[in-house]
């Protein structure tokens, strides 16, 4: 598993321009399989998503994104081996 950390660069009303072909890129990964879950930081300075995979193929299709492709956010990925999760969580480690 891979997070995504999204940090944006650009004024939020260039983001928020670009807020729903991005929301439509991320429908797309979720409809894939690659993506978990996703969302806006508390702090709207950025993203947070959480991708099924290794880190090499996450950044490939992350990279993909319109926030990334339009240089509007910067990009940090964190790969981990979730070891124990709620139950709500558990069939995400299957």
């Known amino acids: ?9 650009k004024p939020i009303e260039e983001i928020d321009a670009l807020r729903p072909r ?3 890129w991320i429908s797309a990964r ?6 978990l879950l996703a969302g806006r930081r508390a702090s709207a300075t950025g993203g947070v998503m959480l991708y099924r995979g290794e880190a090499e193929a996450v950044e490939a ?3 993909t994104d319109p926030y990334l492709i339009e ?9 981990f081996t979730a070891a124990i999760a709620s ?3 558990g069939a995400l480690l299957a």
Do not use: F, K, S
């Open 30 to 35: 979720i409809d894939a399989g690659e993506v």
């Open 22 to 24: 991005h929301l439509e």
């Open 61 to 63: 299709i992350a990279r």
């Open 1 to 9: 598993m891979v997070l995504a950390l999204l940090t944006y660069v």
């Open 87 to 89: 139950a709500e969580v």
């Open 71 to 79: 240089g509007a956010a910067t990009l940090e990925l964190v790969g």
